[in-house]
Each structure stands twice: as C-alpha cells, then as structure tokens.
C-alpha cells in the first residue's frame, strides 16, 4: 500500500512541475502578457492569429507526438517500459523542459529510441519565443525563415 502512495504521489508531483514549467517560463510568461494586454483591449484573437504563435504550439504539438508515439510503440529496444500516462507524461515534460531550457528532468531520455532523442535534440536548438531568455535559434527566425 506504500509503494502504490509513492507511485501516485511522485504521478501528482510530476504533472505539477510541468504545470509549473508550462506556467512560470519566459515563453510562456510572454506569451499570457501579450494576450492579457491585447485582451484588456479586445484584441485577444491577434495572438492566436500571430504566426509564431502558430508556429511555436505546432512544433510542441509535433515534437511531444513523435517522442509519444516512439516510447508508446517502441520502434527501438530501449530498457524502459511505459504505461500510456507515463508516455505522454514523461513526452510532455522534456518536451517542455528542454524547449524551455528549463533543464528538468523526469527519466533518463537518452536511452530512449532514436526519433524520441533526436526530437529533443532538435526543440533544443529551436528554443522558444522571441522576447524569451530561453536559448536556441527562437521560433520567429523560424518562421521568418
């Protein structure tokens, strides 16, 4: 009965930190700024309209469904075993966290199947939003690109 609390209780605790992540990193801080501001002055569809904006949640929405699908129907043999939630639980963290360049960690990612390493190699090198102290190229070069 413990061990079946702590498994729970590290489950809460995980989906915290993301939300935590999610929530208090400079991309994000940004992005619910720009749409408080423009939504005190009835012009919050102008942000869901912005191209990086698009852009930004695209490459997220691509990049944590690659790492999913890789863990969840195992390609590779890699010495972890994941339950659906863990999957997209663990996907969507480092996803976020390394984007973000928060830095956090849930597992080890680098014995995961190759797709999974090189997605997040990839949201690595393509940071966050522009205004943003996280590292990277920065969607907007991106999508000016």
Do not use: C
Not at 8 to 33: F, G
């Amino acid at each position: 009965m413990q061990h079946q609390t702590a498994i729970i209780y590290n489950n809460i605790i995980a989906w915290e930190t993301i939300i935590l992540i999610v929530h208090y990193k400079d991309s994000w801080r940004h992005m619910k700024i720009v749409i408080i501001g423009l939504g005190s002055i009835g012009r919050t569809n102008d942000v869901f309209r912005s191209e990086e904006f698009k852009s930004y949640f695209a490459i997220i929405a691509g990049a944590i469904a690659m790492v999913f699908i890789s863990l969840v129907w195992r390609f590779e043999a890699f010495p972890q075993v994941y339950t659906t939630e863990e999957a997209f639980r663990h996907s969507l963290f480092q996803v976020a966290s390394l984007m973000t360049t928060a830095g956090y960690t849930t597992t080890d990612y680098h014995v995961w199947p190759m797709l999974a390493t090189t997605s997040l190699i990839l949201v690595m090198y393509i940071g966050a939003m522009a205004g943003s102290t996280a590292g990277g190229i920065k969607v907007s070069r991106i999508v000016i690109a």
